[in-house]
């Protein structure tokens, strides 16, 4: 009886553990969508209401989900007090320090670091261009992630079942 109830719980632990890791996959594509969304919101506040850099972060971390809106808003006081060498620098900086623990992919959080180095330095419609970029890049990772995603979730569900199981006969 002891030894049954052992199983099913080891079966249970494999399944579940194949279920976090498939909700790992799912919440990095959740906040690559929503990173999107706020380049985009970003995009706009520079392109249709004409705003220097801080101020967008302002407007749109404002709104913003932590740990995003700290992220903005700490770029917004940053670069309105002249704290740092550069938009660059600061931007790496913020990013890394808010965004670290979001999930994003790390290619992903590389190129979004290199997005910084090439804003503040151009007018408005080279800064649009690299945000379409950006965005650009980021569709075709969320394309990528979304083909993958299926194959991936059900895979980690599986080999969660069939190794509880294993470790459960092995076990017996």
Same mark, same amino acid.
Request: hydrophobic share 40%.
């Given at each position: 009886?002891? &030894?049954?109830?052992?199983?099913?719980?080891v079966?249970? *632990?494999?399944g579940?553990?194949g279920? +976090?890791?498939? *909700?790992?996959?799912?919440e990095?594509?959740?906040?690559?969508?929503? +990173?999107? &969304?706020?380049? @985009?919101r970003?995009?706009?506040e520079?392109?249709?209401s %004409?705003?220097?850099? /801080?101020?967008? @972060?302002?407007?749109v971390?404002?709104?913003?989900?932590?740990p $995003?809106?700290?992220?903005?808003?700490s770029?917004c006081?940053?670069?309105?007090?002249?704290?740092? !060498? =550069?938009?660059?620098?600061?931007?790496?900086?913020?990013?890394r &320090? $808010?965004? *670290?623990? !979001?999930?994003i /992919?790390? #290619?992903?959080?590389e =190129? +979004?670091?290199?997005?910084g =180095?090439e804003?503040?330095t151009?007018?408005i419609?080279?800064?649009?261009?690299t945000l #379409?970029? $950006?965005?650009e890049?980021?569709?075709?990772k969320m394309? #990528?992630?979304? !083909?993958?995603? &299926?194959? %991936?979730? %059900?895979? $980690?569900q599986?080999?969660?079942? !069939?190794?509880?199981? @294993?470790?459960?006969?092995?076990?017996?």
């Amino acid at each position: 009886m002891i &030894k049954g109830i052992g199983a099913v719980m080891v079966i249970l *632990a494999g399944g579940g553990w194949g279920m +976090l890791q498939a *909700a790992k996959i799912e919440e990095c594509y959740r906040q690559m969508r929503y +990173l999107r &969304k706020l380049i @985009f919101r970003i995009r706009s506040e520079i392109r249709y209401s %004409r705003q220097v850099l /801080p101020e967008a @972060f302002l407007h749109v971390g404002s709104e913003a989900q932590e740990p $995003y809106k700290m992220w903005l808003l700490s770029l917004c006081e940053r670069l309105t007090k002249r704290q740092g !060498t =550069s938009l660059a620098g600061i931007w790496e900086e913020e990013t890394r &320090k $808010y965004l *670290a623990e !979001t999930g994003i /992919p790390q #290619d992903m959080m590389e =190129s +979004l670091i290199r997005l910084g =180095s090439e804003l503040g330095t151009i007018d408005i419609e080279m800064q649009v261009r690299t945000l #379409d970029l $950006y965005l650009e890049q980021m569709e075709q990772k969320m394309e #990528d992630m979304r !083909t993958e995603q &299926k194959e %991936r979730i %059900r895979l $980690y569900q599986c080999v969660g079942v !069939t190794g509880g199981i @294993f470790l459960a006969i092995i076990l017996l």
